[in-house]
């Protein structure tokens, strides 16, 4: 994705990008390839950033037709490992290619992976799905399995098996060709229905992300974005102390605009009050680089931001991702104001992005939402409740009980202090998989980094 049109010599590329999977299939006749990249900061479906790459790879996979009738590449090149996955052929420019890419850069030395014996039946060997680990903590510990080598070599290609999450980057296309055989339509519709479960299972699971979803719903570039929502919230960008100042009269006058409020913040004191809606904001450009490819949102997820406050994450959400129903709910009305001022402006100046898109900020009790914003349709859920009290937060996890499609969570405190599953029994921090993921970001409060974990549904067989 350099430039670098050689469909050999520029495989060394893939050490500069660190992707943590790079799968490239070349079928012959069929003008049909499977071409994924995953970044762990890039969520699915992002294009428009990498358009030109893209079009530098298209080039570079039409050489590699030319050169091959059929040919399987697969490269698996984890962030923390060493090893690369080349498929061996009588061809000496493969060869020179594998002795290549195992002296990696700076003189490191990488394992290359044996290819595994072709299954006699075609079809069989057609699906068998070259698969990497994608999300694990113990990357250098991975243990990779290298099959016997074989004497075929028409139809080589690399298969990588360690560990059991795993994504399946050759689930076939209908428009497969079977090399001039027909197989018995009882056994297609079969392989097909079996194909649809397996992916649904995936996308269930939280495992599978289709990374090249030619989305039609619209969305702006990063720094586009960040420009336009510089210009909605033109007011309060030079400085946003005075919206998160309070006082025991704001505490008063803003408690009495919100038409329900629940027991926890009714019988909270006075300074528990001043406490847990005291806070700023993630910094927009950290929120974009860092929070959003956290949250792994799709087209069809529905995006909360809880205490929001003037709403600007839920306006990046709908700005710079194919999510098409981003939410907010933040309990001081003059912070709503604000955020649905910077809304009728987005509309305004972006109206092609948000036109089709569903972006809700209302002033509501996170314990007792409104009907708008009522949690239970939440698939993604971002709080920043770093300045929470105990009891909000316990009320807040038993609220995600009730939301049967919650599939991943980023919060600015843990859930739990020490995790263990007989502790946390009772406790909601048990439908999560833990440890969180962590990551950093700066906020408007702090001089210091604030961290972020990330919390992903725990499903179970």
């Not at 992707?19 to 294009?47: C, I, N």
């Not at 037709?65 to 590449?73: I, N, Q």
């Not at 299954?119 to 994608?134: G, M, N």
């Not at 209908?174 to 519709?189: F, H, I, L, R, V």
Request: glycine share 4%.
């Amino acid at each position: 994705s350099n430039g670098n049109l050689d469909p050999w010599a520029g495989m060394g590329v893939l050490e500069d990008l660190n992707p943590s999977v790079v799968a490239v299939r070349v079928e012959g006749g069929a003008h049909h390839l499977d071409l994924m990249f995953s970044h762990p900061l890039d969520p699915p479906g992002v294009k428009r950033a990498r358009q030109e790459e893209l079009k530098h790879v298209a080039k570079w996979i039409q050489q590699a037709k030319a050169a091959s009738a059929r040919r399987r590449l697969v490269f698996d090149s984890l962030a923390s490992s060493g090893d690369c996955c080349v498929a061996q052929e009588d061809d000496m420019q493969a060869r020179q290619t594998a002795a290549s890419l195992a002296d990696g850069a700076n003189g490191k030395k990488r394992r290359l992976i044996e290819p595994p014996s072709l299954a006699t039946d075609k079809r069989a060997a057609r699906r068998q799905s070259p698969v990497v680990v994608l999300d694990s903590d113990e990357e250098d510990q991975a243990v990779y399995l290298s099959p016997e080598p074989t004497t075929s070599t028409s139809n080589a290609h690399v298969a990588v098996s360690p560990q059991p999450k795993v994504i399946d980057l050759t689930l076939d296309d209908d428009d497969d060709e079977d090399d001039g055989e027909e197989a018995d339509s009882a056994s297609e519709g079969e392989d097909d229905a079996e194909d649809k479960v397996h992916r649904q299972d995936l996308i269930d699971a939280d495992l599978f992300f289709d990374l090249t979803d030619e989305s039609p719903t619209p969305m702006l570039g990063r720094s586009e974005a960040l420009r336009h929502l510089g210009l909605a919230y033109a007011e309060v960008d030079e400085d946003d102390r005075d919206v998160y100042k309070v006082s025991d009269e704001i505490v008063r006058n803003e408690m009495a605009a919100c038409a329900d409020v629940s027991d926890v913040v009714r019988t909270a004191s006075q300074a528990d009050l001043i406490f847990m809606t005291t806070y700023g904001e993630i910094q927009e450009q950290d929120f974009s680089t860092t929070i959003i490819p956290l949250l792994q949102l799709r087209e069809s997820d529905v995006f909360y931001d809880l205490g929001c406050g003037t709403g600007k994450p839920v306006l990046q959400v709908a700005l710079e991702t194919t999510c098409r129903v981003s939410k907010g709910m933040e309990l001081f009305a003059n912070r709503v104001e604000i955020g649905q001022r910077a809304l009728g402006r987005l509309r305004a100046n972006c109206p092609d992005v948000l036109e089709h898109k569903r972006v809700v900020i209302v002033q509501g009790d996170i314990v007792r939402p409104p009907d708008e914003a009522n949690l239970v349709d939440a698939t993604v859920v971002f709080i920043n409740n770093l300045v929470f009290t105990d009891d909000l937060m316990l009320a807040v996890m038993d609220k995600m009980r009730h939301m049967r499609h919650l599939r991943r969570l980023i919060v600015s405190k843990k859930l739990c202090g020490r995790h263990s599953a007989k502790q946390c029994k009772r406790s909601a921090c048990t439908l999560f998989d833990h440890p969180p993921r962590e990551a950093k970001v700066n906020g408007t409060w702090a001089a210091k980094e604030i961290t972020v974990y990330v919390y992903v549904r725990t499903y179970t067989a």
